[in-house]
């Protein structure tokens, strides 16, 4: 089952712009992470945020949820070409097991 | 190094074969899953094992097969009941609800 869905589906900035790419799922979660894939290889954990926390940050990258909307974003300030990658939301349903459910995720592309 | 490590990279098989995908982790993980990728598509969860000699199905499990008989290990067999299994194949393992990924194996049916 897919639970989550991101939006858009592909961006393209200029480096130093900032990206902000959007999250929507369906059932009530624990929590909610954000992975990052760059081409061909694993994906790399960047964040979590719990059910009952509204914003969080780390470096360059800041999170938000509304649990009311079923929905979150991730923002991702003075990008750089490095930050080239697909980017996944993925939640864990509260009656669910301990797994997680991706999203299709949002192919970001930062041209220098 | 502590990891999650796959092998092989790139796998060709003909049609009808069955073939391993090996996962290994030195995490000292519990649970562990695998997914498989399609291209421009998020992952789908074939299986999982949250303690040795215990798996549950996926969302997509027909055509596969696992075993947890090490906690270090999980390979995934792709049998010639999966329809489709050209594929990017990751395995994870978790702790505290993050996931920790391997590099993948790249699956091309021929």
């Known amino acids: 089952s897919q639970q989550g869905e991101e939006d858009p589906q592909a961006l393209s900035i200029q480096e130093g712009e900032n990206a902000t790419m959007n999250c929507s799922y369906k059932?009530?979660?624990?929590?909610l992470q954000w992975y990052r894939q760059n081409s061909g290889r694993g994906l790399v954990h960047l964040i979590l945020i719990r059910s009952n926390e509204r914003e969080k940050h780390s470096g360059r990258l800041r999170v938000t949820l509304d649990t009311s909307k079923k929905s979150s974003s991730l923002l991702i300030t003075a990008s750089r070409a490095a930050d080239t990658a697909s980017y996944f939301c993925a939640t864990d349903e509260i009656q669910g097991a301990q797994k997680l459910v991706f999203g299709q995720g949002t192919r970001l592309t930062i041209n220098p | 190094d502590g990891g999650i490590t796959q092998s092989p990279k790139y796998l060709f098989r003909k049609e009808g074969q069955n073939v391993t995908l090996s996962c290994e982790q030195n995490?000292?993980?519990?649970?562990m899953y695998w997914y498989r990728q399609d291209p421009g598509q998020g992952l789908r969860l074939i299986y999982y094992s949250q303690i040795v000699n215990d798996f549950q199905k996926g969302d997509i499990a027909e055509g596969y097969s696992v075993s947890r008989e090490k906690k270090e290990s999980f390979p995934l067999t792709v049998t010639s009941a999966q329809k489709n299994p050209t594929a990017f194949y990751l395995c994870?393992?978790?702790?505290?609800?993050?996931?920790?990924f391997g590099p993948g194996t790249r699956l091309t049916v021929l």
């Open positions: 994870a393992s978790t702790a505290n609800n993050e996931q920790f």
């Open positions: 059932t009530s979660i624990n929590n």
């Open positions: 995490l000292n993980h519990d649970a």
